[in-house]
């Protein structure tokens, strides 16, 4: 149970006893056994830790729709909502922790990011969705920030236009596939929604899952060829990643595609690098209701161009 819930589920309680203590006559046996149970309570208040929780942990609670009250839960509806959350988690995850994605395979650190349905909590229906036995600490707790920042996502998608492009400028790209999936599996289900994490929560009504609806749905990509003339600063050879100084605009670093070979790669570094060439680049730019977010770009091909660099070259913003 997340530290929100906790809290919630002793207040809960404390207030349900309150009223209840003031509520019946006074009894030599019944009222200290309350009272004691309140000082309890409030204690196991005071106690609890003010910082985040460094276990990764989500519960995802959901009202109507494919929810039959806190009895049950539609099979179908629950599988979208599971690999749409794993998907969205795993792919922020990667790009914050291990560098800029590829548009498509698998994902380094993935592993850390494997999550468990360890309970059915209840309310409404409820998923939990934790790391039962933690053998990298330092993974869990960046794991646990990364799904607070999903949550800010989630949330952000009904808050307003301007606060879904400014979350999403945070996110990588390959985000927005798994985000527009678990909304839409709201949507068309009728579910309203509410994520806790941590210290932290998220609530969808009806009204707002159909807001989220329109505005995700909006987010279109936009994948194209494009050929650009500047100076390749050459490939790392860890993380077969990119830099790439276009003649005209800032700095371009991403991941090579998926059909460069590792003799190819070698061969750009060995004879390309810092040379004047021509970059076949593919581009993919997200656009939303308020407009295009950064682009981001693939390396599919390079070739001299017979050019000098130039002597200067612009920093990344």
């Known amino acids: 149970m ?25 009894d030599p046996f019944a009222s200290p056994m309350l009272k004691d149970r309140i ?66 395979g698998r994902r380094r650190g993935e592993g850390d990011t494997k999550l468990y349905l360890t309970a059915l909590p209840r309310g409404s229906f409820g998923l939990q969705l934790s790391q039962p036995r933690i053998q990298d600490f330092v993974a869990a707790q960046n794991l646990s920030a990364a799904m607070h920042e999903i949550s800010g996502l989630v949330e952000a998608t009904a808050k307003s236009d301007q606060a879904f492009e400014d979350s999403l400028n945070a996110f990588n790209p390959r ?33 707002q899952v159909e807001e989220a609806y329109k505005r995700v749905t909006s987010a279109k990509e936009r994948e194209e060829v494009v050929d650009l003339p500047g100076v390749f600063g050459g490939v790392l050879t860890f993380s077969w990643e990119f830099d790439f100084q276009p003649d ?10 998926d059909e460069v070979d590792e003799e190819t790669a070698t061969n750009w570094n060995l004879h390309l690098t810092h040379t004047h060439t021509i970059a076949k680049l593919k581009r993919l730019t997200v656009s939303t209701r308020t407009g295009d977010k950064k682009s981001s ?8 161009s017979g050019r000098l660099p130039a002597k200067t070259r612009q920093k990344p913003k």
Do not use: W
């Not at 596939?177 to 509410?194: D, G, N, V, Y």
């Open 39 to 104: 000082k309890e309570l409030e204690s196991s208040l005071d106690a609890q830790d003010p910082h985040p929780s460094l276990n990764p942990e989500a519960e995802i609670f959901f009202e109507d729709g494919p929810a039959i009250g806190s009895e049950a839960l539609e099979v179908t509806f629950t599988s979208h909502i599971l690999d749409s959350y794993q998907n969205m988690l795993t792919n922020h995850y990667a790009a914050k922790h291990y560098g800029i994605l590829r548009r498509s």
């Open 175 to 207: 985000v927005l596939k798994p985000l527009q999936r678990f909304i839409e599996a709201l949507f068309t289900s009728k579910a309203a929604c509410r994520v806790v994490t941590g210290d932290n929560e998220t609530k969808l009504n009806m009204h």
């Open 2 to 26: 997340t530290p929100f819930r906790q809290r919630e589920t002793i207040q809960t309680e404390l207030s349900a006893l309150k009223v209840l203590l003031h509520s019946t006559p006074e």
């Open 297 to 304: 770009y693939e390396l599919i091909g390079l070739k001299t």
């Open 248 to 257: 005209n605009g800032d700095l371009i670093c991403g991941p090579l595609a």
